[in-house]
């Protein structure tokens, strides 16, 4: 059996307790002044070097936040810090990977808030402030698996959307949550060209959307969300494809019927609503049977739901997993 | 092979020197075997484009252009195509047989890649002066293959993109002109 679907026990330490907050940044930067020592010319980057925030976020300096552990938390060793925040996919940035750090310095982080509509008892705009409370802060280390058969470990920081969305008192109704990310060409320079129908748009059934797993982040790594990872608020579902985690959500709307979600609504035959992990269903352009994690060099095998079918797998009892993917 | 082939020869492999040095200073980002994969693939592209415009620009420059370029550019673009080839099949797949045949079979865009590699595989094999003069006009009707390859190839890069066509696109653009400038004009008037 693999370590990788084990599950931390209740107390189990903080991940920056057990690697030491230190070691989330020297890895790579080891590795570089390794490297360079190698070729004996350095690249004039190790020298100048300001500190990951600084590099992981120009022009914003990110915050420490504080955050309790979690049960759900993976045991598996994050991701290196450099390598979640360059090797991203954010289209609002640009379609490159390393776009989003490029081109992301424009985006307005504070203020920020999200519009709650639909059916909800409480609809209106909340400011990011008094959506999430940051004494309930949870650090939640999750796998992430991009639907192009990568993957990485992150330590999110975030609440249950559960109580987010609770607090908006839905009624008897909503039985689908829609998100929509902010859209605005001035500060996301990718929506100037027309790659997916602006502003993205992604959505959950209740259940889904009320599973103790699924989570809103507004940090990773003990600090807030650079901007190309999603800042300053976004979702995390870890058992299905990254693309259904929805970055710089500002509406949410509890709705009666399925919502259209952007990359269902730009290739349908590609992605399904559900867009759970699933090894067993081919996407045209990748096997899902395998995945590369990042840092790592052989392929490993990819689990069902990403490896959380213990949790989630019951909420699809006897739905055809083929024909709903 | 003269001094002025050795040269093209020496400036075609530097993005390979360039991914060897890379590779050594951790400059490959996240992926290193994905950007091998693209970079190694975009160079065989290009570069079989450059060795298509070499017939259409000696219309313009005549024989001041040797066709020994061709055959250099064709080389190189081999030698990528192989480089693209071997890092997915041995980087990237590790020798999962199983998972490379599903590839090539069941998604598209493996299919034309793949295609394209088969195409130029003949035509590396039969580039020698000697194969020339051996296969006579076999030679040429047989190095027409490089049509399908370049054709292959850029559709290979098209399906290959999730949503965002615009790079292989300015490939599909460049094939067709360079396609266009062998059409004898000349005959419609």
């Known amino acids: ?325 | 092979m003269d001094t002025r082939q050795a040269a093209a020869a020496a400036i075609g492999l530097t993005p390979a020197a360039w991914l060897v040095v890379r590779f050594f200073t951790d400059d490959l980002g996240a992926n290193p075997i994905e950007e091998i994969t693209h970079e190694t693939g975009t160079w065989a592209l290009r570069l079989l484009l450059v060795s298509l415009a070499v017939t259409p620009l000696r219309r313009v420059l005549g024989s001041r252009l040797s066709l020994r370029y061709r055959r250099t550019l064709g080389l190189l673009a081999f030698a990528y195509a192989t480089l693209h080839f071997s890092t997915w099949m041995v980087l990237d797949h590790f020798f999962d047989w199983q998972a490379i045949v599903e590839d090539i079979f069941e998604r598209p865009y493996v299919t034309a890649g793949f295609t394209a590699f088969l195409c130029l595989l003949p035509l590396a094999l039969t580039s020698t002066r000697a194969s020339v003069r051996r296969l006579g006009k076999r030679w040429v009707r047989l190095h027409k293959l490089v049509y399908v390859a370049a054709a292959a190839a850029v559709v290979h890069y098209w399906w290959l993109v999730k949503s965002d066509v615009t790079e292989p696109f300015y490939y599909g653009a460049a094939l067709a002109l360079l396609l266009a400038a062998r059409l004898p004009f000349g005959r419609f008037r």
């Open chain 1, 1 to 325: 059996m693999r370590t990788m679907i084990k599950i931390a026990q209740p107390g189990a330490a903080l991940e920056r307790e057990v690697t030491g907050e230190s070691l989330y940044w020297s890895r790579r930067q080891f590795i570089k002044a390794a490297g360079a020592g190698l070729a004996l010319y350095g690249t004039g980057l190790a020298g100048c070097d300001d500190g990951p925030a600084a590099e992981a976020a120009p022009g914003r300096k990110l915050l420490t936040l504080e955050a309790k552990p979690s049960a759900l938390s993976s045991a598996e060793e994050p991701t290196d810090y450099q390598d979640a925040t360059s090797y991203n996919n954010f289209y609002e940035f640009g379609t490159d990977k390393e776009d989003p750090a490029r081109y992301s310095s424009e985006l307005i982080t504070n203020p920020w808030s999200v519009e709650f509509g639909g059916e909800v008892g409480k609809p209106g705009k909340v400011g990011l402030e008094d959506l999430i409370d940051r004494s309930a802060l949870e650090e939640r280390i999750y796998r992430l698996r991009c639907v192009e058969a990568w993957s990485m470990v992150i330590p999110w920081i975030g609440v249950p959307l559960a109580g987010v969305l609770k607090s908006r008192e839905p009624t008897s109704k909503a039985k689908y949550v829609a998100f929509r990310t902010l859209h605005d060409p001035e500060q996301m320079p990718g929506q100037r060209r027309p790659i997916l129908r602006w502003p993205y748009r992604e959505g959950l059934r209740i259940d889904e959307a009320m599973h103790p797993l699924t989570i809103l982040a507004i940090g990773m790594y003990g600090r807030e969300l650079p901007n190309q990872n999603g800042a300053p608020l976004r979702l995390v579902v870890p058992w299905k494809y990254g693309y259904k985690s929805i970055k710089s959500i500002v509406a949410i709307d509890l709705v009666e019927e399925q919502p259209p979600t952007s990359w269902n609504t730009s290739a349908p035959r590609e992605y399904g609503f559900y867009s759970n992990v699933n090894p067993e269903v081919s996407h045209p352009r990748w096997s899902q049977a395998k995945e590369r994690r990042i840092g790592e060099f052989r392929r490993r095998e990819t689990l069902p739901f990403n490896g959380y079918g213990e949790q989630v797998a019951s909420m699809y009892a006897g739905m055809d997993l083929k024909k709903y993917h």
